[in-house]
């Protein structure tokens, strides 16, 4: 996977026009009127600044093409809005779909010139409001005035999320492949859930209308209660009668999908043969560091947050004396837990993790309760702010119930089926709970715009005090490392030092740098020695050594040393020492090798340790990028050992090649 990566970005950087061509053209076809509905932009520019954030394409040129064909796009849905201005009503979609047009007039006619900028934020109206502007008969200058605004704002804010992903990608990579792919998990999640939350709002109106037509035409053939009560919904009367025909729909899929994930769990195939590949596949992009950050990420939905969560709102729905509202919500999260109980007892499905091995966990009900909590919050602050907060609300909703189950997932408390049937039969009982509420209180509640943002400090506030109290620095399910092997000095110059692995292993068994150096000594007597040589410890991850990162004028010895995984174990030891420019260093990393050296009275730790020469590589865009320059980094360094290092040079060795060199602390 990570060669295929790597082959992949070599590609895209051969053919940096084509790229930049495609910037152009998302950028002109997502601003134009019917077809914007269908091109996602938006990515496309993401993607853009994720490429310009490895080095593949030049930052400059993507921002000017993208504003280019953003300016472009707009003026054409103009010309058309002013072109036929008489006649754009008798075109599809806008024949079929009046209310298209109707939402960008009463958009234009509330924010006037101003939503011509805003708009282009605003996925539904992005490429509407340009042809409402023109049919209107907006003057051409000011028009362009505002468009160029507006182009100016959105590229930015559409690339340089990219360039940041793409640099922390360049910068995760340079560690190991492992973290590239879970900080794409993360970001994917967190993008996804946007796009898929945008997705939904745009098309909630036109599903609910054909949703209504249908049901409509069912009630009338069916005369009997189901009928009246499918009437009722329908009532013209009735203020939220689409909100309670999606929550019917939403209710409907959800059952749907608990009951197909049961039966596959019942029978065994074929969804629970994907639970063995997901979970085999988190664990082999396990590192420390993604322990640390996913361990934190899952108090999003712990017991404490989830109280947290809870008292806020319930003491919010009192201040509205909101009585009713809070019995369905807690009745909901009592029963639905209840029921999940009852249903783990049935199945006694064990997790994959082997030290909770009293647990039940179809469906989860640690999932579950996360979705019931944050979904009807999500469902109670939506109605009480405008659209634009209420798809921020949603997608930060989706996001913080995938990300608490992608952390159970990749911890092992759970299989992906438990997370989906933990889902999905809590999604049902929000979906329920929301639809009773509605019924009951079928008047559009007061506005509540700040909620959102005290929702926000409660959560905050939650986890910052666990972390403080409990900070997540280990890997909480990993078994504490055995002890080392011992072998005598004679095996391991002999037989172990050629069996050792010969290179440094990232992900799946495949060779980065050799691993030339195997040193017998304490980790403070290292370090001593690298000291009196003139080795200086490597620049600790921090804001100001990252911040160098994009230094115009930085020595190479100023940067950040990246540890590095060795079959997931971090370097326990990182050294550098300048090279003959300052646009060079040598970096010196040593890892744990699992054997320790008898000597008679005691054992002395055997480390395994890698020589990378590394070359400062400036971008066309604001960063600094160390590249490893192999042909230099081909150091022997049994020729160099003694003078280098000060170590005691015991032998010389090759491990299939690789030239190794056997050091030993000299005797005090």
């Known amino acids: 996977m990570e060669h295929a990566y790597i082959h992949l970005l070599h590609l895209l950087a051969g053919h940096p026009a084509w790229m930049l061509t495609v910037v152009f053209l998302a950028a002109f076809l997502e601003a134009i009127a019917v077809i914007g509905t269908f091109i996602p932009g938006s990515t496309a520019m993401f993607l853009a600044g994720a490429l310009a954030g490895t080095g593949s394409l030049s930052l400059g040129w993507v921002f000017l093409w993208a504003i280019a064909g953003a300016i472009a796009g707009d003026g054409m849905s103009f010309w058309i809005g002013s072109r036929y201005k008489d006649r ?30 805003f708009a282009r934020f605003v996925g539904p109206l992005r490429a509407i409001v340009p042809v409402v502007a023109g049919m209107l008969g907006m003057t051409p200058l000011r028009f362009y005035g505002m468009n160029v605004l507006s182009a100016l704002l959105w590229a930015p804010a559409h690339i340089l999320p990219g360039v940041v992903f793409g640099a922390s990608v360049l910068l995760a990579g340079a560690v190991s492949f492992r973290l590239v792919v879970i900080i794409a998990l993360l970001v994917g999640i967190v993008w996804l859930s946007f796009r898929a939350m945008e997705f939904l709002v745009s098309h909630a109106s036109a599903w609910s209308s054909a949703a209504g037509r249908y049901l409509g035409s069912w009630a009338c053939r069916h005369p009997g209660p189901f009928g009246r009560f499918a009437r009722r919904l ?33 029978s065994g195939d074929p969804l629970v043969s994907v639970d063995l590949s997901v979970y085999h596949f988190l664990q082999s992009v396990r590192t420390p560091w993604s322990d640390t950050v996913l361990a934190a990420a899952a108090t999003l939905g712990s017991v404490f947050t989830l109280t947290a969560v809870v008292v806020t709102v319930v003491v919010w729905m009192l201040l509205e004396r909101r009585w ?31 030290l909770l091995s009293d647990a039940y ?17 999500a469902f109670l602050l939506v109605r009480r702010v405008g659209m634009l907060e209420g798809l921020l609300v949603a997608t930060a909703s989706t996001v913080v119930v995938i990300v608490v189950a992608l952390a159970g997932l990749y911890f092992g408390r759970y299989w992906v089926s438990d997370a989906i049937g933990g889902a999905a039969l809590a999604y049902m009982w929000v979906a329920i709970v929301s639809l009773t509420a509605i019924l009951r209180y079928p008047t559009v509640p007061p506005s509540r715009g700040f909620m959102p943002v005290v929702v926000l400090v409660v959560m905050l506030a939650s986890v910052g005090v666990q ?5 997540p620095t280990a890997a909480p399910d ?17 037989s172990l030092s050629k069996r050792l692995p010969c290179y440094r292993s990232d992900m799946g068994g495949d060779h980065k740098e050799p691993l030339t150096l195997q040193w017998v000594s304490n980790l403070d007597s290292i370090k001593g020695q690298l000291r009196a040589q003139g080795w200086i410890e490597g620049t600790d991850l921090s804001a100001r050594s990252l911040l160098s990162l994009a230094s115009p004028n930085v020595a190479a010895t100023s940067l950040p040393v990246l540890p590095k995984l060795n079959n997931g174990v971090p370097s326990s030891l990182v050294f550098m020492r300048p090279g003959d420019t300052r646009d060079e260093r040598d970096v010196l990393r040593f890892w744990p090798s699992g054997y320790a050296v008898e000597n008679g009275v005691s054992a002395t730790p055997l480390w395994v340790g890698s020589f990378a020469h590394e070359r400062l590589s400036r971008a066309s865009w604001p960063i600094n990028i160390l590249r490893v320059d192999k042909e230099e980094s081909s150091f022997e360094a049994h020729t160099k050992a003694n003078a280098d290092l000060g170590a005691a040079l015991v032998a010389r060795v090759s491990c299939h090649g690789v030239p190794v060199s056997l050091l030993a602390s000299p005797v005090e």
């Open 88 to 117: 754009i009503v008798q075109f599809w979609p806008f024949r079929t779909h009046p209310q298209i047009l109707d939402a960008g007039h009463r958009f234009f006619q509330k924010h006037g010139a101003k939503g011509v900028v």
């Open 361 to 377: 966990v179809f469906p989860s009900n640690h999932v579950a309760a996360t979705v019931i909590v944050y979904g009807f919050l």
């Open 234 to 266: 329908l009532d013209p009367e009735q203020p939220d009668a689409s909100s309670i025909v999606l929550t019917s729909l939403v209710v409907l899929a959800a059952g749907a999908l608990f009951f197909g994930v049961l039966e596959d769990v019942v």
């Open 324 to 354: 009713r509202a809070i019995g369905y919500w807690l009745a909901a999260v009592v029963f639905s837990q209840l029921l999940i109980f009852a249903l783990q007892f049935a199945m006694h499905r064990a997790p994959p993790n082997e």
């Open 478 to 494: 990993h078994m504490p490392r055995p002890q080392p092997v011992l072998v005598t000095q004679a095996q391991w110059t002999v």
């Open 467 to 471: 972390l403080s109290i409990n900070p």
